[in-house]
């Protein structure tokens, strides 16, 4: 089963525009990782935030991350056509094992 | 280039026949994972490798389904008896304790 929850599943922007999307989760993690995937194509991996950290920038990728709230949000700023892919979040639980638990993906189509 | 190498990238087969993927991480790692994507969907846990010994088996994988990593570098996933419901992307990852995975191109089976 799936842990995460997505939000928005589908986003369509225009190029310049800033994409926001949410990810919720339901158990304890030891950090939360977001994916970007192409059509057909494997997973990419964009950043990796730890359970002790709140924010992390990667070039034009924001990441803030809530425990409280079991939610986080991955901002990609001033959009490129390029960015055209679907997004993932992924968890990787506290407790051992290490597998990663990914969500249902937002589609982002970036229009130039 | 991730790293993570999977044969074939496409494979069609009829229903009822056996078929096996093959992921070849290119340098040597001790966690090797498999997970199954279908359509609109993110990735789901398979199964995973520490070296040559399987830890972990999702529910999802069914007495049809059998995974092998010999020698703790290649692994295959094999399929029995396929049925139209196995249609999916297949996909191998590598990932070290607590880090950020990499993953293979994929193979995208399609059961006819």
């Known amino acids: ?112 | 280039d991730t790293g993570v190498s999977q044969n074939p990238r496409h494979k069609i087969t009829k229903r009822g026949q056996n078929v096996t993927f093959r992921c070849d991480p290119i340098s040597e790692h001790n966690r090797l994972y498999w997970y199954r994507q279908t359509l609109g969907q993110g990735p789901e846990f398979l199964t995973y490798f520490q070296n040559e010994a399987q830890l972990e088996k999702s529910r999802l994988l069914s007495d049809r389904f059998s995974a092998e990593r010999p020698k703790g570098s290649f692994s295959t996933l094999e399929i029995q008896r396929t049925e139209q419901g196995d249609s999916a992307m297949y996909l191998c990852a590598i990932m070290g304790l607590y880090t950020e995975a990499f993953f293979g191109q994929g193979t995208r089976l399609t059961v006819v």
């Open chain 1, 1 to 112: 089963s799936q842990q995460g929850e997505e939000d928005p599943q589908a986003l369509s922007i225009q190029e310049g525009e800033n994409a926001t999307m949410n990810c919720s989760y339901k158990t304890s993690i030891n950090n939360l990782q977001w994916y970007r995937q192409n059509s057909g194509r494997g997973l990419v991996h964009l950043i990796l935030i730890r359970s002790n950290e709140r924010e992390k920038h990667s070039g034009r990728l924001r990441v803030t991350l809530d425990t409280s709230k079991k939610s986080s949000s991955l901002l990609i700023t001033a959009s490129r056509a390029a960015d055209t892919a679907s997004y993932f979040c992924a968890t990787a639980p506290g407790a051992a094992g290490n597998k990663l638990t990914f969500g249902g993906g937002t589609r982002v189509l970036v229009k130039p």
